[in-house]
């Protein structure tokens, strides 16, 4: 079984004089139990798991196709109806929907009327980092799934609760300092103090908190690790109470979890989310692969043709959103890549994904038309020039701009040396130019931070 059993253990309920067995009130009661439910149905086969995904699959199309016109219409679209989609074959052919088929008048999208026991209904807005936002509207239901993931989540990763949590994010409108690590952890469980900075601080501030609170714990976007490793190597500084980092938000390129495993010298562990759907997958501490959050949600890898990938194949994804009965989310085209897992050695039947690699947009585009995932090589950046961040960003099939914060002007022959680098990984003679920023590079409104992005395709 998992790290998890033993802080099960701990739990305590909410319900003055009862210290033990826990006893809950109605909301953290419903909470709960899912928490146990998913703490057992990680561990049955895939078979069963996959049984459970259809039967629920099921019930949401029966909901839709009888209170949505427009989910009516994508089936009639599709020569299909409700009957048809009775396993994965009949889901197979029912074809994926485009982030432009939620935003595209929204509001005849959603279904309002939802089962008892769903209410209320709330509005989410993606952050548009792909250019395309789209607004979902989520269940109570969604809701609850959410946050009995986020428990997963931490209870998958943390040995227990009682260590010092610093975590770096976006939309924190002041650092903030708390003897807990707030709701849904101290709602169930003791936990240490907990320190939130975000992650729009100046770099230096953010490492001098860090340095003064002593974390145990470091959650941090990707990019903003990798920018702090290298002040903090530069500096001389070190962290000496840190026993993990876990990443979020963005992908987690390999040279960053290898360096800062090496520098700090600790586990980095990772997680791929949206706002769409909150947790899709989770890293496994013992295997190393994502496990996807099937409970949740249906995930499928697929390739150019639309068919399902096999283990070791990239394919894009396509989620469909099994407990959300206000917007049907039903083979959403989410806009990311992914490599199809095999078996994980931790035990869990939940299926696995090697490496999340992106959206579509973060890939070169070639002028012979091949495209591939950048590799940038960051670290060797500072071989040839005073570099402090980079962004490289390409405005059409034969120019990428080459967006940097440096510690002191680049002269011409550091620029056509860093020039020549970014050309010989990514694989084109491209046409640069270079664009200087002060302090920070800015990030998309969601406090992301993407090193390269294309606005073409």
Request: glycine share 8%; proline share 7%; hydrophobic share 40%.
């Amino acid at each position: 079984m998992s790290g998890a059993d033993d802080l099960f253990d701990s739990i305590r309920g909410d319900v003055p004089g009862v210290a033990w067995p826990p006893v809950f009130s109605t909301r953290r009661s419903s909470l709960a139990a899912l928490m146990y439910e998913l703490e057992r149905s990680q561990w049955r086969p895939p078979d069963q798991l996959l049984a459970g995904q259809l039967t629920q699959l099921r019930s949401l199309i029966g909901h839709f196709s009888s209170r949505s016109a427009r989910f009516r219409a994508r089936l009639e679209a599709a020569g299909l109806d409700a009957a048809a989609i009775v396993d994965l074959e009949g889901l197979h052919a029912l074809p994926p929907l485009p982030r432009r088929g939620i935003q595209q008048d929204p509001d005849s999208v959603y279904c309002r009327e939802v089962p008892e026991g769903h209410a209320p209904l709330s509005l989410f807005q993606t952050s548009g980092s792909t250019g395309e936002p789209v607004k979902v509207l989520k269940t109570a239901v969604t809701q609850l799934f959410w946050t009995a993931l986020t428990l997963r989540y931490h209870l998958w990763q943390e040995p227990d609760f009682g260590g010092r949590l610093c975590a770096i994010r976006a939309l924190v409108r002041e650092a903030r300092q708390a003897t807990g690590w707030g709701s849904p952890f101290s709602d169930f469980f003791a936990t240490g103090p907990s320190l939130i900075i975000d992650n729009g601080t100046d770099l230096a501030e953010q490492i001098e908190k860090v340095r003064q609170f002593r974390p145990t714990t470091l959650i941090i976007y990707p990019s903003n690790l990798a920018a702090m490793l290298d002040r903090l190597e530069r500096q001389g500084i070190e962290l000496p109470d840190l026993e993990r980092v876990r990443t979020i938000g963005e992908t987690l390129p390999p040279d960053v979890r290898e360096t800062a495993e090496r520098q700090l010298g600790v586990a980095v562990r990772d997680c791929y989310s949206s706002e769409e759907f909150g947790y899709l997958a989770i890293e496994c501490r013992e295997g190393g692969l994502y496990h996807v959050m099937s409970e949740a949600l249906l995930v499928e890898v697929v390739d150019a043709d639309g068919r399902p990938c096999r283990e070791g194949e990239i394919g894009r994804l396509l989620v469909t959103d099994l407990h959300n009965h206000a917007t049907p989310m039903i083979r959403y085209e989410i806009g990311d890549h992914a490599e199809v897992g095999g078996p994980c050695p931790c035990g869990r039947g939940l299926p696995t994904l090697k490496r999340i690699l992106g959206r579509t947009r973060n890939m070169v585009m070639r002028p012979d038309g091949t495209t591939s995932w950048p590799i940038t090589g960051f670290k060797r950046f500072r071989e040839f020039a005073p570099i402090v961040q980079y962004q490289l960003v390409q405005d059409s099939l034969t120019s990428i701009e080459i967006r940097l914060v440096v510690e002191a002007p680049l002269t011409k022959d550091q620029e056509r040396a860093v020039a020549a680098h970014v050309q010989s990984f990514l694989g084109w003679p491209f046409e640069t130019r270079f664009r200087y920023f002060e302090g920070r590079l800015p990030t998309g409104r969601n406090g992301k931070f993407e090193e390269f992005k294309s606005l073409i395709g």
